[in-house]
């Protein structure tokens, strides 16, 4: 447990100032509103080490690949969300002296995230070097009901003296991203003005405009302006005891939005509305959004504080990310929350936050996601097509934030194929989960169809085996790459050709016109192409090991040395920062769940014998060195009873960033990873399924919970699922609705209870 981050089920607190922690905590206190966010970097100068970082969601720029030589269908750019303008500045002086943390005597510090409203809240008591002494406190929040406002509270009050106060609210253009390639600075300045500031991207040519609006009473306001900057100054004097308080209210718009040239008008009027309702008001919308926000979301853990910070944190950070108010916007791996990894898409939305915004969101949001995927089907082709990939085949991209491939590494680039299996699955998962068959018809069959071409494409016939085989892949396990029948991208092909046949004979069968005009534009054969995805199908190759009882992650992979995570030295560990990579490309261990993935996804199709053998054997030699690692873990743990293990598991990933299990929160958080971690309690230890339509619930507790509650929308109703030792309870908000409790067949009206015979 990090005991700095205090215990809470409802808020992060920290409450004393350490100035060695102050990037992590920037990361873990990030705010956002779903189309922008950014670090919880102090308002006032701050001369110790901070990563600054404020972002505007699809903005992004292309940053030149950097490489040590070029191969054919390199991408030729890592695209990038950009760090952007610092909107939250507000420079103080007390009697001339400068208010700046890592200068002054830091008598008490208390910062808060209040996770019910997405409000963050600092105060602290400090001696300046002048020996005046000054409490201030700051809060801070983006509008969920007006997207594209920020707003600042800031609050000096002398404590033993009369002083004069120095306000200097400012924006800041002239910002960098630390992970340029080649240090380039990626805006240049469209115009300044007294209260505004206005940049474009270079080459993506996005432009975004900042206004603000102040309100202090007693302000003489002076305005200065520089290339890139806008300051606004003013001295008032307190007696001692006597508040000064500061409103900051700022407009952020983007050319997503507006026309380039109504960006300044655009911001400047966001940010004269916000100064017309006032601080009070804005934040009583912000409260009312949030909490229409949690209801239809929040869990609920008895008995074990812990735990219960960790959920909410990891739904908390996944509602400031996305909301599907935008098409056009996804879900970064660290969302607002820091740089790396560049903030673009990768296919942690498909396999495990599309699960999360179905059940918490309903079906127009995460329909959304499924489109998003869509409109970059054109994209796709041409990122096939530049690895050779002909007639309409289809490869989704590792990385992308407008569907070009941008990832840099050959062996993710060109290897980690099992991506397109996680799309298809996507859409199959979608219409399980919501009924929605009319997607597949307006839009889910042509990205079905042009995967499966892909597979169709990619497989080798092997004479030696008489089987098709998949050749040079890298699985989920990223520590072994360019391997043979990786088990997992090998079934997920298969299923995804069969998948691909099902849809098309159901639109055909269904929705005719949407099937000529989809064969029309995709010069689909549907006779002659479903035919050669399943013959492939019925005969791909899949190892297994009959002995052990396993499948085999790939070829060779039992010809390693069979050493268990349990058994290494603890000072190798992380081995990604202690080990070669050849030493890890040659060692049995694994980084995250790579054929678990696969028993995770397609469960239904084995039994529980065949999951317990494969959970046991490669949990056992599993270092969870990726963050996406110990939530399937957790889930398949729970279903084969091992309750211990998933809740290990659990707490790993729910308090990943909370404790700072790898060591490197103050990069961001690991927000995709996030939704993983509601799914170890809503598919875990919820037992959530939806099989044949009907919602399946068959809960379990761990020894360390006393009860759980967790809400999920299924199909236009609100569910509260409610679980003690001794029942489980199920609420239904809307129209009755069928579903299988614990294994018995019933119908939710308003509610019914099932009881719990023994303890589990």
């Known amino acids: 447990m990090n005991e700095f981050i205090k215990t809470d089920p409802w808020r992060l607190v920290e409450d004393r100032f350490d100035p060695s922690r102050v990037k992590s905590s920037e990361s873990l206190f990030a705010l956002g509103n779903g189309v922008m966010g950014g670090r919880a970097n102090f308002e006032e100068r701050y001369s110790g080490p901070s990563l600054q970082g404020n972002y505007i969601g699809g903005v992004y720029y292309p940053d030149k690949t950097r490489v040590g030589w070029w191969k054919n269908g390199y991408p030729e750019y890592f695209a990038k969300v950009l760090n952007a303008a610092f909107w939250i500045g507000v420079d103080v002086a007390v009697d001339g002296e400068p208010l700046d943390l890592a200068a002054a005597e830091v008598k008490a510090f208390y910062r808060e995230m209040d996770m019910r409203r997405s409000v963050l809240t600092r105060r602290m008591r400090v001696v300046l070097k002048n020996g005046a002494e000054v409490a201030v406190e700051a809060v801070r929040f983006f509008s969920l009901a007006r ?25 800041d253009a002239d910002v960098r991203n630390t992970d340029a390639n080649y240090d380039e600075k ?5 115009s300044t003005d007294a209260d505004a500031v206005q940049s474009r991207t270079r080459k993506s040519g996005f432009e975004a405009a900042w206004a603000q609006a102040v309100e202090l009473d007693g302000a003489d306001w002076h305005c200065e302006t520089r290339p890139e900057k806008v300051r606004s100054t003013a001295v008032v004097r307190r007696e001692k005891g006597c508040a000064a308080v500061l409103y900051k209210y700022v407009g952020i718009c983007s050319s997503l939005n507006h026309a380039p040239a109504e960006l300044m008008a655009a911001a400047r009027g966001v940010a004269a509305d916000g100064l017309r309702t006032g601080f009070d008001a804005l934040l009583r919308e912000q409260e009312a959004a949030w909490a229409a926000r949690w209801h239809g979301c929040d869990i609920v853990i008895g008995g074990d504080p812990a735990a219960q910070q960790g959920i909410r944190f990891c739904i908390f950070m996944l509602l400031q990310t996305y909301t599907g108010v935008d098409t056009r916007l996804n879900i970064g791996p660290k969302g607002f929350t820091g740089e790396k990894y560049g903030g673009v898409t990768y296919w942690d939305t498909e396999a495990y936050c599309l699960p999360f915004y179905m059940a918490t969101a309903g079906q127009a949001v995460a329909r959304e996601l499924l489109v998003y995927r869509f409109n970059q089907l054109d994209k796709a082709i041409e990122n096939a097509a530049k690895l050779g990939f002909r007639d309409g085949a289809a490869l989704y991209p590792m990385v992308t934030i407008n569907g070009e491939e941008c990832h840099n590494e050959w062996e993710i680039t060109f290897e980690e ?18 009924g929605d068959r009319q997607y597949l018809a307006d839009c889910g069959l042509e990205v079905l169809l042009s995967v499966a071409r892909f597979w169709a494409q990619r497989i080798t016939w092997s004479e030696a085996r008489r089987k098709y085989v998949m050749l040079g892949v890298t699985g989920p396990n990223e520590y ?6 990786n088990w997992y991208t090998s079934y997920i092909a298969c299923w995804s050709m069969r998948y691909a046949a099902e849809a098309a004979r159901w639109v055909r069968e269904n929705r005719p016109a949407d099937y000529a005009r989809i064969c029309a534009n995709r010069s689909f054969d549907e006779a002659a192409e479903t035919a050669r995805w399943r013959e492939i199908a019925d005969n791909m190759y899949l190892g297994e090991d009959r002995e052990l009882g396993i499948f085999l992650q790939q070829d060779g992979y039992l010809d390693k040395e069979q050493v268990l995570v349990k058994d290494l030295d603890p000072a190798e560990r992380p081995i990604n920062q202690k080990w070669s990579w050849d030493r890890i490309l040659r060692s049995c261990l694994i980084k995250q769940a790579d054929v678990l993935q696969g028993l995770y996804f397609f469960g239904e199709d084995f039994d529980l014998e065949t999951l317990r053998r494969n959970f046991r054997f490669y949990e056992a ?9 110990p939530c399937v873990h957790a889930i398949l743990a729970a279903r084969i009873g091992d309750l211990d293990k998933a809740y290990e598991l659990y707490l790993r990933t729910a308090r990943l960033d909370l404790d700072d299990y790898n060591r490197e929160v103050e990069e961001g958080c690991h927000v995709t990873s996030m939704a993983g971690s509601w799914l170890s309690v809503v598919e875990g230890f919820g037992g959530m399924r939806v099989k044949d339509g009907v919602l399946s619930l068959e809960p379990q507790l761990p020894a360390a919970w006393e009860s759980l509650a967790f809400k999920i929308n299924f199909r236009g109703r609100v569910l509260t699922v409610e679980v003690t030792r001794d029942a489980v309870g199920v609420s239904n908000e809307g129209a009755p609705v069928d579903i299988v409790l614990c294994g018995t067949p019933c119908r939710v009206g308003t509610r019914i209870t099932h009881k719990i015979e023994s303890a589990r």
């Open 147 to 171: 997207r594209e406002l920020g707003v600042v509270k800031y609050t000096v009050t002398p404590l033993d003296r009369a002083v004069s106060i120095t306000f200097s609210p400012h924006i």
């Open 186 to 190: 990626f805006w240049e300045e469209v």
């Open 417 to 434: 194929i099992h991506r397109n299996g996680a799309i298809a699955y996507a859409v199959h998962n979608y219409i399980r989960y919501t």
């Open 480 to 485: 072994e790459n360019n391997v043979n029948n």
């Open 621 to 629: 030699r599993t270092v969870h060195e990726s963050s996406l690692s």
